[in-house]
C-alpha cells in the first residue's frame, strides 16, 4: 500500500510540473516562426496616464483576441479581433477584425496589418523569441521617417523621433506581449501617454468566458478555421496539453498493468 501512495504521490508531482510547463511554454510555431500565443488567448490594456498632445485619455482600454494563427505561403499569419474603448464617449469601436501579423523567421521579415504604427504608436504582440532589432527596423522603415533611431535594453525597446521630440518605449514580457507603453517628450521629459496591461475582464459584451488574468486566456482552444483561404500549414495549440495528456494516460496504464502483475 505505502508503494502506491509513493507512486500516487509521484504522479501528482509529475503531473503539476507538467502543467506548469504547459503553461509557461504555450505558443504556436509555423515552420521556423513561433508566437507564444494561442488561439483564444485574451488580453487586456489601459491608459494610465496622459497629458497634453495624447489622442487617448486616462481609462481608455484595448482588449486583444487571437482568433487565428495559421501558415500561408511559408508564413505565419495571426488574426485578431482589436477592441478599443473611449472613455469620454464611453463607447467600443472594432479597430482590427482580421489579419495582425504576417511574420517568417527564416527570412527575417515581419508585416503588420496596415495602420497600427501611424494610428497608434504600438504593437501588442511581436513574434518570439524576442528580436527586437528586427520590431524597431520594422518601425523605422514603415514610419515615413518619423523614427530615426532606437535603442534596446533587455526586454525594452526605445524608438526615438528627432524630428518629432518625441520616444515611444515598449517593453514585452518573454511571451511577446506588450506589457507597458509610454510616450515620452523628448524636450521636457514629460510622459504624454502611458498604458499597462491590466488585468480587469472587459465589460464591451465582446469577451466570450475567457480567464480574467489578463495574461492570455485561452476558453477551448477550438480554431474556427477561418484562414483567409490559401494553402493552409496549421499550427498546433495545446501541443504541451497533448503531451501532458499523452504522459498521463501511459502512467495510468503502467500502474494498472503493475496492480495486475502483483495480483497474479
Known amino acids: 500500500m505505502m508503494r502506491y501512495k509513493k507512486i500516487l504521490s509521484s504522479i501528482t508531482v509529475i503531473i503539476m510540473a507538467l502543467l506548469i510547463f504547459s503553461k509557461i ?8 516562426s513561433t ?6 488567448d485574451k488580453y487586456y490594456w489601459i491608459v494610465t496616464k496622459h497629458s497634453a498632445g495624447s489622442p487617448f485619455t ?19 499569419n495571426m488574426d485578431v479581433r482589436l477592441d ?24 527575417d521579415e515581419i508585416q503588420y496589418q496596415i495602420g497600427i504604427f501611424f494610428l497608434y504608436g504600438w504593437i501588442f504582440v511581436i513574434p518570439t523569441p524576442l528580436n527586437l532589432t528586427l520590431i524597431g527596423e520594422y518601425f ?17 525597446l526605445t524608438l526615438d523621433s528627432s524630428t518629432y521630440y518625441f520616444k515611444y518605449i515598449y517593453t514585452y514580457n518573454e511571451n511577446g506581449v506588450l506589457t507597458k ?36 486566456s485561452n476558453d477551448d482552444g477550438s480554431d474556427d478555421g477561418n484562414n483567409n483561404g490559401g494553402d493552409t500549414e496549421n499550427g498546433i495549440p495545446f501541443g504541451n496539453s497533448y503531451i501532458i495528456l499523452t504522459l498521463i494516460g501511459i502512467l495510468i496504464s503502467v500502474i494498472s498493468i503493475r496492480r495486475k502483475t502483483i495480483k497474479n
Open 25 to 32: 511554454t504555450r505558443s504556436v510555431t509555423i515552420g521556423d
Open 35 to 40: 508566437v507564444s500565443v494561442d488561439i483564444n
Open 58 to 76: 486616462t481609462g481608455d482600454k484595448y482588449n486583444l483576441s487571437v482568433q487565428n494563427i495559421y501558415g500561408a505561403g511559408g508564413y505565419l
Open 84 to 107: 478599443y474603448y473611449n472613455s469620454t464617449g464611453d463607447t467600443w469601436s472594432t479597430r482590427i477584425n482580421g489579419l495582425f501579423l504576417t511574420f517568417n523567421e527564416t527570412l
Open 140 to 156: 523605422i522603415s514603415t514610419s515615413g521617417s518619423v523614427i530615426d533611431s532606437m535603442t534596446i535594453s533587455d526586454t525594452t
Open 181 to 216: 507603453f509610454s510616450w515620452v517628450s523628448s524636450i521636457f521629459s514629460t510622459v504624454i501617454l502611458e498604458m499597462i496591461m491590466d488585468s480587469d475582464l472587459p465589460d464591451n459584451g465582446v469577451d466570450d468566458g475567457g480567464d480574467d488574468d489578463g495574461n492570455g
